[in-house]
């Protein structure tokens, strides 16, 4: 079956940093999702991407959709406390509900 | 306030207890979905509902039984469970399952199975 590969699997930052993130997958997607899930909850959806080659913004959150449609990143700029979390890519092929994949997840901390 | 409503957050069972995971969603979707989430590991899908037809069943143990009485409301059923399937349980909903329409996830039953 189709596989992401999530990088980093977790990273420790200074607040006000930026971070990256990235997922790559050998399969190719039409949509690629971001969520964040905060201990305890359930995850949220930060940014959808349908379009190869798109950059979309979210406040200080910055995600993009490679243009073979294999990979995406997540840019989070300023970093905050309360960005701590763990942050998960999809990717979602034709034919809705039953083809999204998720990666393993970003484990992100942020020290004040 | 998430527009998917999972009850309870928490449950611990034995492996010969019948429980029940509730899920409620409020955003109007045709589409809802239970996933299980184990530590270190994607997101696997269980089962998936449209207009109340359930339309994938990812090769789920028999130990676990959904229900999707309308499209606003899905449960889970558990009987004999091993404790393995300790996990948290996600329920989601979406517009249409024939588009791409991202996922919406409630909060997530907490299972631990003594």
């Known amino acids: 079956g189709q596989q992401l590969n999530q990088s980093p699997q977790s990273m420790f930052i200074q607040e006000g940093e930026d971070v990256s993130m990235n997922c790559t997958s050998s399969?190719?997607?039409?949509?690629w999702l971001w969520y964040k899930q905060d201990p305890g909850e359930g995850p949220v959806l930060l940014i959808a991407?349908?379009?190869?080659?798109e950059l979309t913004s979210n406040g200080r959150l910055t995600a993009q959709f490679g243009i073979t449609r294999k990979d995406s990143f997540l840019n989070i700029s300023a970093s905050i406390p309360s960005d701590v979390g763990i942050y998960f890519c999809?990717?979602?092929?034709?034919?809705?509900?039953?083809?999204?994949?998720f990666g393993t997840g970003t484990k992100l901390q942020v020290i004040p | 306030e998430t527009g998917v409503t999972q009850t309870p957050r928490h449950l611990v069972m034995g492996m010969t207890n019948k429980k029940s995971l509730k899920c409620e969603q409020h955003?109007?979707?045709?589409?809802m979905y239970w996933y299980k989430q184990s530590a270190k590991k994607p997101l696997e899908l269980m089962f998936v509902?449209?207009?109340?037809?359930?339309?994938e069943n990812n090769s789920v143990p028999s130990r676990f039984s959904p229900e999707c009485p309308n499209s606003s409301h899905l449960f889970l059923h558990l009987h004999t469970l091993q404790p393995e399937d300790s996990a948290l349980y996600l329920c989601?909903?979406?517009?249409?399952?024939?588009?791409?329409?991202?996922?919406?996830f409630g909060n997530g039953t907490r299972l631990t199975v003594t």
């Open positions: 399969s190719i997607f039409n949509t």
């Open positions: 955003l109007g979707h045709n589409a």
């Open positions: 989601a909903s979406s517009q249409d399952e024939a588009r791409e329409s991202p996922l919406h």
């Open positions: 991407l349908y379009k190869a080659g």
């Open positions: 509902y449209n207009f109340k037809e359930q339309t």
């Open positions: 999809a990717g979602q092929s034709s034919g809705g509900y039953q083809k999204v994949t």
